[in-house]
């Protein structure tokens, strides 16, 4: 990213006059204008990364099944977190939500898989798992300080 800045900066300038066995005469000019222009190309880096989540599931009486594939094509090692949130009907006709924390981790540049069953409420109909709040964070660099 190319981001320019500009800069005015009023100053009373002075000008010189005389012979160098003379004593210098110097006039004032008030209000005189400088302008500059700096552009600067800035990167900015984070740990932060783009992970996608795929996600399916199928109901298994009173819990839902859960199968989730990981994906992060900007870093091997990172780890982060997301919620499930499953939307059910209970007997009574109400939808209600349900929401359910997990955390990641990989070590290499492979696709995290993970399946579990989550308990929801007896005698309902999940009727949509979906992922929100995805976090990833790549792992930083090992520190080679202590390397000699």
């Known amino acids: 990213m190319i981001r320019t800045i500009a800069f005015?900066?009023?100053?009373?300038?002075?000008?010189?006059?005389?012979d160098e066995d003379e004593e210098e005469e110097s006039i004032e000019?008030?209000?005189?204008?400088?302008?500059f222009t700096i552009e600067a190309e800035h990167e900015y880096v984070t740990d932060a990364c783009e992970a996608r989540l795929d996600v399916s599931y199928y109901q298994k009486d009173s819990s839902v099944h859960v199968e989730t594939?990981?994906?992060?094509d900007q870093c091997g090692a990172s780890s982060g977190s997301y919620a499930l949130e499953v939307r059910y009907?209970?007997?009574?006709?109400?939808v209600r939500t349900v929401e359910f924390e997990e955390l990641w981790q990989r070590s290499d540049a492979e696709p995290?898989?993970?399946e579990k069953d989550y308990y929801v409420a007896e005698n309902v109909d999940v009727t949509r798992v979906r992922s929100r709040r995805l976090r990833c964070e790549c792992a930083s660099?090992?520190?080679?300080a202590g390397a000699e």
């Open 8 to 18: 005015v900066s009023l100053f009373a300038a002075t000008a010189a006059f005389g």
């Open 29 to 35: 000019v008030p209000g005189a204008e400088i302008r």
């Open 69 to 72: 594939e990981l994906h992060n």
């Open 89 to 94: 009907r209970g007997d009574d006709g109400e």
């Open 112 to 114: 995290v898989t993970l």
């Open 141 to 144: 660099a090992p520190d080679d």
